[in-house]
């Protein structure tokens, strides 16, 4: 048994957050890889909802979709995943659901936990048992995580923790434990918006300002919960306008700014980035995509705001737009954007979405001694009297940026076309000469693209091209085909704008078939490649019902494709 996948499922409000987030760190502290899916309607209380651990002692790149141990805290989760039901299975469910599976514990709720409040520390302490974690561990955890409720909160859930573990062991084993994990411990278990706020910290963000927006809101609450430590300012706008134009005055107040929105947000910040691109001001901003249009699927996930960021603002203005495909990636390459802000003064966008928001995974702790230094704003120039804030720059398009009121030099910005020194013009040349240095940025922009990343046979029959959090379903697919003996590769893109045709043309020419694989209807990410390089990708693998790739679902579509 080489992994192992977990579902807890239940109401809105019954605390099944709280019995994965333990079990996924107990997890970890023990040594596994995991991967966190979170399926979640968009409402305070009812409904249906589910938290998914995949885990194993190897690694684990990506959700799977048939179920090895189901927790039950509601009877709608076992009518809803009985027919995805591993032959291994077993299911810890109510005595009084009528599970008709073969191996279920039927759990007395009420007589083991003293309050219903508790009967979520009831079904961590059976599920932490038939999967042979170590009930220590789970206590520390627990002192851990409601040691500021009190020293009693804290007795009590041990207590029933340590009860439903007795009742378990006299219901004897129905599930295989799995393998142990020996020497990967000291990893830390974090979500991929938790990473991009440690990447905005660790870049040294100073500024925040937001209108809360599903799934990005708990980007700006991770650098709320370090802001009396880091001294980054948070605020709270009243709309998305005000939220990116206080980044933008921010920044000009020398500030490193980022604003976080999901899509809907992004559409009402359009004119703040097109400002952002004419006063040429870094920003970056955090866009977790989830589906559209409108409101959509609130909660779900998808790939569909690429050509919005691609296009957002009037005007033309350079950007460039970072795709994270891992917790890891989510920290780095926020640092790398906050770099690529301040380096060519415009906005850089970090494009990710729901799924990635919420997937806890195992990561290393990162090592900030590896970081590069990121250049920042002239405190004041040599000669403040002649300083002009748009001069003119034959070499890359970029002028001096001073920081106003820390030396002589006036700082004069417009949202109007502008002379060198930032007044009003009408002037036609000096607009196109303006014009002309905005986008000459482009060229630098274009000179620090990350490659895409290139795994599998060098010469494979099939080659997975995908972007951003799809990143870990094609490596997985990819890898089962060639254990079947079919040659295939991944080309992952980290960053998806701009684009080097020399970077990726040489692996689509040695592929025998070449498929994007993207979660969105219209193949957004292909259409981008062929509008930069000219090459139509063979075949494209769509999905857009709000869930995420997994490996099984990249294999069943390439057999329809076929």
Same mark, same amino acid.
């Not at 995509?289 to 050509?307: F, K, W």
């Not at 917790?327 to 799924?355: M, N």
């Given at each position: !048994?080489?992994?192992?996948?977990?579902?807890?499922?239940?109401?809105?409000?019954?605390?099944?957050?709280?019995?994965?987030?333990?079990?996924?760190?107990?997890?970890?502290?023990?040594?596994?890889?995991?991967?966190?899916?979170?399926?979640?309607?968009?409402?305070?209380?009812?409904?249906?909802?589910?938290?998914?651990?995949?885990?194993?002692?190897?690694?684990?790149?990506?959700?799977?979709?048939?179920?090895?141990?189901?927790?039950?805290?509601? @009877?709608?989760?076992?009518?809803?995943?009985?027919?995805?039901?591993?032959?291994?299975?077993?299911?810890?469910?109510?005595?009084? !659901?009528?599970?008709?599976?073969?191996?279920?514990?039927?759990?007395?709720? %009420?007589?083991?936990?003293?309050?219903?409040?508790?009967? &979520?520390?009831?079904?961590?302490?059976?599920?932490?048992?038939?999967?042979?974690?170590?009930?220590?561990?789970?206590?520390?955890? !627990?002192?851990?995580?409601?040691?500021?409720?009190?020293?009693?909160?804290?007795?009590?859930?041990?207590?029933?923790?340590?009860?439903?573990?007795?009742?378990?062991?006299?219901?004897?084993?129905?599930?295989?434990?799995?393998?142990?994990? *020996?020497?990967?411990?000291?990893?830390?278990?974090?979500?991929?918006?938790?990473?991009?706020?440690?990447?905005?910290?660790?870049?040294?963000?100073?500024?925040?300002?937001?209108?809360?927006?599903?799934?990005?809101?708990?980007?700006?609450?991770?650098?709320?919960?370090?802001?009396?430590?880091?001294?980054?300012?948070?605020?709270?706008? *009243?709309?998305?306008?005000?939220?990116?134009?206080?980044?933008?005055?921010?920044?000009?107040?020398?500030?490193?700014?980022?604003?976080?929105?999901?899509?809907?947000?992004?559409?009402?910040?359009?004119?703040?980035?097109?400002?952002?691109?004419?006063?040429?001001?870094?920003?970056?901003?955090?866009?977790?995509?989830?589906?559209? $249009?409108?409101?959509?699927?609130?909660?779900?996930?998808?790939?569909?705001?690429?050509?919005?960021?691609?296009?957002?603002?009037?005007?033309?203005?350079?950007?460039?737009?970072?795709?994270?495909?891992?917790?890891?990636?989510?920290?780095?390459?926020?640092?790398?954007?906050?770099?690529?802000?301040?380096?060519?003064?415009?906005?850089?966008?970090?494009?990710?979405?729901?799924?990635?928001?919420?997937?806890?995974?195992?990561?290393?702790? +990162?090592?900030?001694?590896?970081?590069?230094?990121? @250049?920042?704003?002239?405190?004041?120039?040599?000669?403040?009297?002649?300083?002009? %804030?748009?001069?003119? &720059?034959?070499?890359?398009?970029?002028?001096?940026?001073?920081?106003?009121?820390?030396?002589?030099?006036?700082?004069?910005?417009?949202?109007?076309?502008?002379?060198?020194?930032?007044?009003?013009?009408?002037?036609?040349?000096?607009?196109?000469? !303006?014009? &002309?240095?905005?986008?000459?940025?482009?060229?630098?922009? +274009?000179? *620090?693209?990350?490659? $895409?990343?290139?795994?599998?046979?060098?010469?494979?029959?099939?080659?997975?091209?995908?972007?951003?959090?799809? %990143?870990?379903?094609?490596?997985?697919?990819?890898?089962?085909?060639?254990?079947?003996? %079919?040659?295939?590769?991944?080309?992952?893109?980290?960053?998806?704008?701009p684009l080097n045709p020399a970077h990726f043309m040489p692996f689509f020419e040695k592929a025998g078939e070449v498929v994007c694989v993207e979660g969105n209807y219209g193949g957004q990410f292909a259409k981008l490649i062929e509008r930069e390089s000219g090459y139509r990708t063979d075949r494209l693998l769509l999905r857009y019902d709000g869930l995420p790739f997994t490996a099984e679902y990249i294999l069943a579509g390439l057999r329809e494709l076929a």
């Open positions: !048994m080489s992994d192992v996948n977990i579902c807890i499922g239940g109401e809105a409000g019954q605390g099944l957050v709280t019995v994965g987030s333990l079990a996924a760190k107990a997890l970890v502290r023990s040594g596994y890889s995991i991967n966190v899916q979170q399926d979640y309607l968009s409402r305070v209380r009812g409904g249906h909802n589910t938290y998914r651990i995949r885990f194993g002692p190897g690694e684990i790149l990506a959700p799977r979709e048939e179920v090895d141990v189901l927790v039950c805290l509601a @009877p709608e989760t076992y009518h809803l995943f009985r027919e995805k039901l591993s032959p291994r299975a077993v299911v810890v469910a109510g005595d009084d !659901m009528g599970v008709d599976w073969p191996r279920v514990f039927r759990v007395p709720w %009420r007589e083991l936990a003293d309050k219903p409040l508790y009967e &979520n520390t009831v079904a961590l302490g059976i599920l932490a048992s038939a999967i042979c974690l170590d009930m220590g561990l789970l206590e520390e955890l !627990m002192a851990d995580t409601f040691h500021k409720k009190g020293d009693e909160v804290v007795a009590e859930n041990v207590e029933i923790l340590r009860r439903a573990f007795a009742w378990k062991d006299k219901q004897g084993s129905l599930f295989e434990c799995p393998e142990p994990a *020996e020497g990967r411990r000291g990893r830390l278990t974090m979500n991929g918006n938790e990473a991009v706020a440690l990447g905005a910290m660790a870049a040294g963000c100073s500024f925040c300002s937001f209108y809360p927006m599903t799934p990005a809101t708990s980007v700006v609450l991770g650098l709320i919960a370090h802001s009396a430590e880091t001294g980054v300012v948070v605020e709270q706008a *009243e709309d998305e306008l005000a939220a990116v134009n206080m980044a933008l005055g921010a920044s000009y107040a020398g500030a490193r700014a980022m604003t976080a929105t999901s899509g809907g947000g992004l559409s009402l910040m359009c004119e703040g980035i097109s400002l952002c691109g004419m006063i040429e001001q870094p920003l970056v901003v955090v866009v977790a995509m989830r589906p559209g $249009p409108a409101t959509g699927l609130p909660t779900r996930t998808e790939q569909a705001d690429l050509n919005l960021v691609l296009h957002a603002g009037h005007g033309e203005f350079p950007r460039a737009i970072l795709a994270p495909g891992s917790v890891e990636q989510c920290f780095s390459l926020t640092h790398r954007a906050f770099g690529l802000a301040e380096k060519w003064q415009g906005p850089v966008f970090v494009l990710t979405d729901q799924y990635q928001a919420d997937c806890a995974r195992a990561v290393e702790p +990162f090592d900030l001694s590896a970081l590069p230094e990121l @250049p920042g704003p002239v405190l004041a120039p040599e000669d403040p009297a002649s300083y002009e %804030r748009f001069a003119w &720059n034959p070499e890359s398009g970029v002028s001096e940026r001073a920081v106003p009121g820390l030396s002589e030099a006036l700082v004069v910005v417009d949202s109007d076309e502008h002379t060198p020194d930032g007044h009003i013009t009408e002037d036609h040349a000096v607009r196109v000469r !303006m014009n &002309n240095k905005r986008n000459m940025k482009l060229c630098g922009l +274009f000179a *620090e693209i990350e490659p $895409p990343e290139y795994t599998g046979d060098a010469a494979p029959e099939l080659l997975l091209v995908c972007w951003g959090s799809t %990143r870990g379903a094609a490596l997985e697919a990819a890898s089962r085909l060639r254990d079947e003996g %079919r040659r295939s590769a991944v080309l992952h893109f980290s960053q998806v704008y």
